[in-house]
Structure formats: C-alpha cells, structure tokens
C-alpha cells in the first residue's frame, strides 16, 4: 500500500514557540492531505483538507491563523502550529489520498505527538 | 447530536469468543463506510470498507443497515492480537473526499 511519513515522531516545545510538522506521501502523488488532531481517548478530528498548489479549507472552530497549512508539492505537505500553547498538546495525524487511488482511500501517516510545556 | 457516534466500551472479550460493535451515523447523505482500527498512540489503519449487501475479510464481517442508520463489526474466534480500538468513519460525497470518524470502540481480548 502507499506510505506515508510524518516528521518529527514526537516533539515538546515550550509554550509561545512556533512548531513545524511535515507529512510526505513516500510512494505517490497526493493531490489531497488532510491533518487531523486526536487528543487522548477521543476521536480523530479534522482540522483542515488541503489541495496541491492551493489555500487549505479548515474545519469550522480551527484557527487558520493559528495551524498554517502550506502544500507546496504533490508529495508534501506541511502543518505549523504557530505560539503554541499546552491546550495544542495532541497527536496530529496527517492522510493522503490521490485521484488514483481505490475510493479516492486515504493513506495515514504514522503521527506527530506534540506537547507543549 | 454527533455525527458518528460507537459504544466506547471497553468490550472486554474472552479469547476465542465473537464480539460485535455498531456505529450509528446521522446523516442519511452517507455514502461510504469503513472501519479502522487503531493501536494506542499509532495512527489508524484501514480494516475492511462497508458495503451494501456486507461483507466478510477473514474472522471479520462487516454489515451496513441504511434504513436505521447503522454499521456493523463482528470479529469472529477473537484473538488477543484484536485488542484495539475499533474506529468506523463515513464519508459523504457532497462533503468531497472527507471522513467523519465516531469516537471508537475499544476492544480488550483476555485469554
């Protein structure tokens, strides 16, 4: 099946610092990658769907100006969580999915867990 | 009301034994149905998607009741390898390609 990664695997920041998740589709084109958030012993929310080449559609109650999402490849995708802060403390996950795959499926990336001091 | 919603659990089950868990959705523009299941602190991987007339993979069946709004898991002769947590998502065509996930079904297999 496809594969995808996500960089880092785990990060702790310290409150009001700015942090940079990357998630790449290793093996084919995403022309769509979703980022979504699970906080502990809750369900995986999306935050946002973002296409290649053009600006993300967030989830109504996500902060654009907060979590900036830029996808400037068809094999990347990046997620900034700007000024975090301990309540952005969460396990981000990130999909992909291309055209060309069976029902349009997504393919998850393995999650970056972040928490925020 | 939430859109997915599944019987957190746990759903503790004797090694051997069938257990079986629904997911009920609220939107009737639901087209397509899926089960994930999730490892703690991995991220979700794909089990079985859900068709009209249900389906089989192996000790898995998964069926799908649109008259009542509702999908279904059944993990036959459980193993303790299926302790997870079970996790159904539903996507709606007019919404794209996006996935609405319930918040899960946790499962424990004991010997």
């Known amino acids: 099946g496809a594969v995808v990664s996500q960089h880092p695997s785990r990060v702790i920041c310290k409150s009001g610092t700015s942090v940079k998740i990357e998630c790449r589709s290793l093996?084919?084109?995403?022309?769509?990658m979703f980022w979504y958030r699970q906080f502990p012993k809750k369900s995986l929310m999306l935050m946002a769907t973002?296409?290649?080449?053009?600006?993300?559609?967030?989830e109504q109650g996500v902060e654009k100006d907060k979590f900036l999402i830029n996808h400037a490849s068809l094999t990347l995708s990046t997620l900034t969580v700007t000024s975090a802060h301990p309540e952005d403390s969460s396990f981000y996950i990130c999909?992909?999915?291309?055209?060309?795959?069976?029902?349009?499926?997504?393919?998850f990336g393995p999650g970056t867990r972040l928490t925020v001091l | 009301r939430k859109e997915v919603e599944q019987d957190p659990g746990p759903f503790n089950v004797p090694e051997g034994a069938t257990v079986a868990f629904n997911c009920t959705y609220s939107?009737?523009?639901?087209?397509?149905f899926f089960w994930y299941r999730q490892d703690c602190r991995k991220e979700p991987k794909l089990l079985m998607s859900?068709?009209?007339s249900g389906n089989e993979d192996g000790r898995f069946t998964a069926q799908l009741n649109r008259a009542s709004q509702y999908i279904s898991l059944l993990i036959r002769d459980s193993k303790l390898s299926d302790s997870a947590t079970y996790l159904c998502?539903?996507?709606?065509?007019?919404?794209?390609?996006?996935?609405?996930f319930g918040g899960g079904t946790r499962v424990l297999v004991k010997p």
């Open positions: 093996d084919f084109q995403a022309t769509t």
């Open positions: 939107n009737s523009a639901s087209q397509s």
């Open positions: 998502a539903v996507k709606i065509k007019a919404a794209g390609n996006k996935l609405t």
């Open positions: 973002s296409n290649e080449g053009s600006k993300a559609t967030y």
């Open positions: 999909s992909a999915s291309s055209f060309f795959s069976r029902d349009n499926e997504q393919f």
């Open positions: 859900v068709y009209s």
